[in-house]
């Protein structure tokens, strides 16, 4: 079948039109899911919570889909003062539905010649038609991944097909594929790797309302932000040339630029009931490198080894996720203020994300009010063997009070990063112990500390969240950073009485250990002695410590030097 079957009678073009035609998969605040068209979306966005997808990658990038359109069609925000006129405007996406009646062809996704975020006609030198699996990347590469669609994707609605259309230039993975007639990148019927779509090089960071609208205007980055470049011809995949089988080199313009880039070349196959086949490439490549001033969700790090491999300074890379570290403890890298980043230095070590910058800057200016909460939501992936295949999708939030990301005042928010600083010593303190006791029984020390740490921290993290969001209405942060200290205490201290008690006959008996002034008798007496010690300097000690032993072996150092928490770590 072609990818444009012969019209019924002569007379009706193949169309989808996304405009008008429901596919985007939406939860409404009642708690029922819908799935609406683009206008429904725009006019109903006070009564939807959030966008639906199969895949939390694919919210994201319809998501940043959503915000494009809106950036264009409201030609703005210019400053604060207009998205605040944006913000108290129950009908503020009036304007879209012209927007969308002006663009309506580029959003037909069948269309013959202009077919949504694809290249019309595109085609290999054998006019292969692969299977679907190359875009639905909850089964990549026939490698079942979360899904229910085993062994391969037959089929797929043209409102399914839509949805993972977006998700590829945003997510798909690297590696081989196939050249298309017409690319001069191709080599001997291939190109070889140019990287994943460009939100999969990030580790996506956006803020999120109690509603989709709420979530659309916090996430809609006024033009004159100081931390974001925006060139003047900056625009949408749909209001530019479409694509040809070859890719471009040009620079990105800006977030609508960003929002909708075309890092792949695309073509379905379809009949009258759906998408059977895709003919998938690469598009436009794109470096992440020093994008820091165009691309606002994520968190960037600097790079040493780049910077002296391209004898320039500073140089940020995007700060992706570690499926391995919930959102929570990674807190610095969503409030530091880029000020007390710098530490001295030319250039600050970390950039939270733009749109957290842009909160702030709502937040100093009154725009938003201190007590309100936002919602902070992570969400990446992360790829395997040479970024061809995704093995982990990261799905996380953190709920904190705005006052967090004051640009003047911030006291709320060094507390916070100071909590989340404090469970990670009295977490490390916990590992320590269990590879204490496990030394004393003459056992492996490294696995029983990773579980105790992993413990620990699953412990302390719904306390955590709790006591973040309530740290809007506290008169003193001081005085909560201490009740927090004195919760981790207890908390991390009833884990270690578990751990001791656990440890076993060989533990409380014990063993000699060599040690830098000669040996000791170590047991499960002398470990808790010590874990006691850590936890007192860690966390503040409750009594007189005075005339402790002191503890010969610490992955967080002695006691008396506690090391902060790895700032290398991502969200």
Known sequence: MTAEPPASGGSTIPSFDLTRRPWIEVLRRDGSQDELSLRQVFAQADDLRRIVGELATQELALLRLLLAVAHDALDGPGDTEEWADLWGDPECFAPVQAYLDTHAERFDLLHPDVPFFQ????????????PLNRIVADVPNGEPFFTARMPVVGRLTFAEAARWVVHAHAYDTSGIKSGAVGDDRVKGGKVYPLGTGWAGQLGGVFAEGGTL??????????????????????????????????????PATGPRDLYTWQSRRLRLHFDEAGVHGVVLGYGDPLASRNMHRREPMTA??????????????????????DPARSAWRGIASLVADRTEATQGAEAAMYLRPGVLEWIARLVTEGQLPRRSLVRARVIGARYGTQQSVVDDIIDDHLTM??????????????????????????????????????????????????A???????????????????????????????????????LVGRLGDRLITAAGHA??????????????????????????????????????REGLPEPVHSSAGTPDTPVLPDTEAHV
């Open 119 to 130: 290249t019309a006609g595109l085609r290999t030198a054998r006019d292969e038609v692969f």
């Open 213 to 250: 609208r709420e979530t659309l205007l916090l996430n809609l980055i006024a033009a004159d932000t100081q931390e974001l470049e925006v060139a003047a011809h900056d625009r949408p995949a749909w209001r530019r040339e479409p694509c040809g089988p070859g890719g471009s080199e040009r």
């Open 300 to 321: 960037w790090r600097r790079s040493t080894t780049q910077e002296k491999k391209l004898r320039q300074s500073p140089v940020y890379l995007p700060r992706e996720h």
């Open 401 to 450: 009070p705005v006052v967090l990301l004051h640009q003047q005042d911030r006291t709320y928010a060094q507390q916070a990063i100071g909590a989340a600083e404090d469970a990670d010593l009295a977490v490390r303190a916990l590992g320590d112990l269990a590879a204490d006791l496990a030394h004393a029984a003459a056992n492996d020390r490294e696995g029983p500390r990773a």
């Open 452 to 490: 105790a740490r992993e413990t620990g921290f699953d412990m302390l993290e719904e306390p955590y969240r709790r006591w973040l969001s309530d740290l809007a209405e506290a008169g003193d942060p001081f005085e909560q950073r201490g009740a927090w200290k004195q919760e981790v205490r207890r």
């Open 507 to 544: 533990a409380w008996q014990g063993r000699t250990i060599a040690d830098k002034k000669g040996t000791q008798w170590l047991n499960d007496g002398l470990a808790d002695t010590w874990f006691r010690a850590r936890l007192a300097r860690a966390l503040g000690d409750p009594g007189d």
